[in-house]
């Protein structure tokens, strides 16, 4: 059937109002709701010695995500690598190694001849895509499927949080079956992850906020987007979005690497959008912003409303909600994704079909 807009003025615009149900859908085909449990998997994650994800893009940015989680609460070494680099470059694989591509279409072509290599080198082969019927999808020893449903819009956003969805499922999962994770805590993220959908729906409330902020942003020619943690991918997921359909320049950077040398673009034309939530280094973070908010720049601090004011001129703050730490980048993505679409909007451009690209890249 044909995908329409509806009452929306853009597909992306839908797509990322859509996120509620495609996360709860997502994550449902990993985790029970009812028992609090994550479901088994076929990869016997307690005999993997390491995990390589290999992406494009804005599925690069899930899988890094993905790694902070697998280490985290599964202890299992992740690496994560861009597939254009990681398919010409001759990499070192242990045999214990399961490789993972990302990917919304399952088609993305330096992503497919990785997942072939890595198949062609005995490695055990799993594929997180939202087209099930895609070439990775039949590539892969194992399907790991997204329910995010068609994405139009060029610029991706629900696949995108389907994506780090089922990563952080199946990290728990794999947390479950190393015994890292008990099953008080099972139950404890498995719950943590299910808050996820009403939380995304409380933050599609921060629009208002955000179309201020985009108002300003649009007249910007650089931004930079920091955070520390899965914050960090998240920032330069946000960064990518905005170039994406802005054609505003951006970067997201670690907020504590900014001294090691991106801190001397700061300027006062230069806005910069932190990722905060409460989170073990919201301190780290914010005393990172006060350093840059002292050389002038104009700070955008998203952050929940309980998180103590850091202090320094310059510093606004777009209230998120509170959330469990595992889920953050799932509801900070979506102020991420308005500022860019609102920027868009602002700017005129062509938000579901932005000049020079294409939905899937599937020549090289
Ligand atoms: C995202 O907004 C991009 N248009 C792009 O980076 C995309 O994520 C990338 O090309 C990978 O595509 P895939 O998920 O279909 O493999």
Same mark, same amino acid.
């Given at each position: 059937a044909m995908v329409e807009k509806g009452a929306y003025r853009h597909f992306m615009e839908k797509e990322v109002h859509e996120q509620p149900d495609s996360v709860q859908h997502t994550l449902s085909e990993y985790l029970d709701l009812v028992t609090g449990a994550a479901k088994p998997q076929s990869v016997d994650f307690a005999a993997v010695d390491r995990i390589q994800i290999i992406a494009c893009g804005t599925a690069f940015y899930a899988g890094q995500i993905g790694k902070y989680a697998f280490e985290k609460y599964a202890g299992l070494p992740c690496d994560v690598e861009i597939a254009s680099e990681f398919r010409y470059r001759s990499p070192a694989l242990t045999p214990g190694t399961v490789a993972v591509a990302v990917s919304?279409?399952?088609?993305t072509a330096d992503t497919l001849a990785s997942l072939t290599w890595c198949k062609a080198q005995g490695l055990k082969t799993a594929a997180v895509v939202?087209?099930?019927?895609s070439s990775m999808a039949r590539e892969a020893d194992v399907l790991w499927p997204t329910?995010?449903?068609?994405?139009?819009?060029?610029?991706?956003?629900k696949a995108f949080t389907a994506q780090v969805s089922a990563l952080l499922a199946l990290a728990v999962a794999a947390g479950v079956a190393r015994g890292k994770i008990d099953a008080t805590r099972e139950a404890e993220l498995v719950k943590a992850l299910f808050e996820a959908p009403r939380l995304i729906a409380e933050a599609l409330q921060m629009d208002g906020q955000i179309r201020a902020i985009a108002h300003d942003l649009a007249k910007a020619t650089d931004v930079l987007f920091l955070g520390r943690g899965a914050m960090f991918p998240l920032a330069m997921e946000g960064a990518l979005k905005l170039k994406e359909i802005s054609y505003i320049h951006a970067e997201g950077y670690a907020a504590g690497e900014l001294?090691?040398?991106?801190?001397?673009?700061? #300027? *006062?034309?230069t806005p910069i959008i932190a990722l905060a939530?409460? #989170? *073990?280094v919201y301190e780290k973070t914010a005393s990172n912003l006060q350093e840059v908010a002292a050389r002038g720049g104009p700070v955008v601090m998203i952050a929940p409303a309980s998180a103590p004011a850091p202090h320094g001129a310059g510093i606004r703050r777009v209230d998120a909600p509170d959330c469990h730490p595992l889920i953050a980048p799932l509801v900070y993505a979506v102020p991420v994704q308005l500022l860019a679409y609102y920027t868009a909007v602002q700017k005129g451009t062509d938000v579901d079909q932005p000049r020079n690209l294409a939905k899937s890249v599937t020549v090289e």
């Amino acid at each position: 059937a044909m995908v329409e807009k509806g009452a929306y003025r853009h597909f992306m615009e839908k797509e990322v109002h859509e996120q509620p149900d495609s996360v709860q859908h997502t994550l449902s085909e990993y985790l029970d709701l009812v028992t609090g449990a994550a479901k088994p998997q076929s990869v016997d994650f307690a005999a993997v010695d390491r995990i390589q994800i290999i992406a494009c893009g804005t599925a690069f940015y899930a899988g890094q995500i993905g790694k902070y989680a697998f280490e985290k609460y599964a202890g299992l070494p992740c690496d994560v690598e861009i597939a254009s680099e990681f398919r010409y470059r001759s990499p070192a694989l242990t045999p214990g190694t399961v490789a993972v591509a990302v990917s919304q279409s399952g088609e993305t072509a330096d992503t497919l001849a990785s997942l072939t290599w890595c198949k062609a080198q005995g490695l055990k082969t799993a594929a997180v895509v939202n087209v099930h019927t895609s070439s990775m999808a039949r590539e892969a020893d194992v399907l790991w499927p997204t329910h995010a449903g068609p994405e139009i819009g060029v610029a991706s956003t629900k696949a995108f949080t389907a994506q780090v969805s089922a990563l952080l499922a199946l990290a728990v999962a794999a947390g479950v079956a190393r015994g890292k994770i008990d099953a008080t805590r099972e139950a404890e993220l498995v719950k943590a992850l299910f808050e996820a959908p009403r939380l995304i729906a409380e933050a599609l409330q921060m629009d208002g906020q955000i179309r201020a902020i985009a108002h300003d942003l649009a007249k910007a020619t650089d931004v930079l987007f920091l955070g520390r943690g899965a914050m960090f991918p998240l920032a330069m997921e946000g960064a990518l979005k905005l170039k994406e359909i802005s054609y505003i320049h951006a970067e997201g950077y670690a907020a504590g690497e900014l001294k090691h040398g991106p801190i001397a673009l700061v #300027d *006062e034309k230069t806005p910069i959008i932190a990722l905060a939530p409460l #989170d *073990e280094v919201y301190e780290k973070t914010a005393s990172n912003l006060q350093e840059v908010a002292a050389r002038g720049g104009p700070v955008v601090m998203i952050a929940p409303a309980s998180a103590p004011a850091p202090h320094g001129a310059g510093i606004r703050r777009v209230d998120a909600p509170d959330c469990h730490p595992l889920i953050a980048p799932l509801v900070y993505a979506v102020p991420v994704q308005l500022l860019a679409y609102y920027t868009a909007v602002q700017k005129g451009t062509d938000v579901d079909q932005p000049r020079n690209l294409a939905k899937s890249v599937t020549v090289e």
